[in-house]
């Protein structure tokens, strides 16, 4: 699925993000959720809600605030702000009209219960932690020339902000910084010592000391400039 700049479902995310973040009082919108997460969605297209819970890209308090927002703008319909209060009426009218006939029918009410998936049982927990997203493709490109000290395999998913558009980033790279960027950035400030040779390097890029010539060297460098120039 093509997910370039000028997807207008990204333009549309992008105008949503903006209007929550004044809604919530924050001065950047990229609080809200990174636009990288978004991407990721577009590139497995959510054909329903059910679709997305399973992609485990957003936490479960993001999953129920902005969940059917998001699914909304993948699939290229208003989101809950946008929609018509007269068509929110009528919905909502339907709603009770249906409830009101299915009570006044024992067999119908059976019947819609034993037809109900499985996955309409399960509930979205709020205090759920973040999950990482293991893709179901089996063959696709990743970063696997990165080696982590022994002692910091711990840190491996842990909650990673890009601080920067992802416009320029490659999946694979995004996927490499989801998994390894928290450390990398703890390493690059010296809140952690580095381990191994490729923990070592990071000073030296972060700093521009010298050219990347990994993989996941190239995706950290991408980082600092992106960085950078937009905060000049």
Request: with cysteine; aromatic share 8%; net charge neutral.
């Amino acid at each position: 699925m093509n997910t370039t700049p000028s997807d207008d479902r990204l333009t549309a995310f992008l105008a949503w993000r903006r209007r929550k973040a004044l809604e919530a009082g924050l001065v950047k919108p990229e609080q809200v959720l990174d636009e990288w997460v978004f991407r990721r969605m577009l590139l497995h297209d959510p054909k329903d809600i059910y679709a997305l819970e399973d992609l485990r890209l957003l936490t479960a308090p993001l999953f129920a605030q902005y969940g059917e927002d998001l699914l909304a703008l993948c699939q290229r319909r208003p989101t809950e702000d946008e929609r018509p209060r007269s068509a929110k009426r009528h919905e909502e009218t339907e709603h009770v009209s249906r409830s009101s006939s299915a009570s006044r029918t024992p067999h119908a009410r059976a019947r819609h219960h034993h037809s109900e998936p499985a996955s309409a049982h399960v509930t979205v927990r709020r205090d759920s932690p973040p999950v990482t997203l293991h893709s179901a493709h089996t063959q696709k490109r990743t970063i696997a020339d990165f080696a982590p000290g022994e002692s910091h395999s711990d840190w491996k998913g842990r909650p990673f902000e890009l601080g920067c558009s992802a416009s320029s980033f490659k999946f694979w790279e995004t996927e490499f910084l989801e998994q390894w960027g928290a450390l990398l950035e703890a390493i690059g400030n010296g809140s952690v010592a580095p381990e191994s040779d490729d923990e070592r390097s990071v000073a030296e890029l972060t700093s521009r000391a010298r050219k990347a010539a990994k993989e996941w060297e190239q995706a950290w460098v991408k980082v600092v400039l992106r960085r950078a120039y937009e905060n000049n």
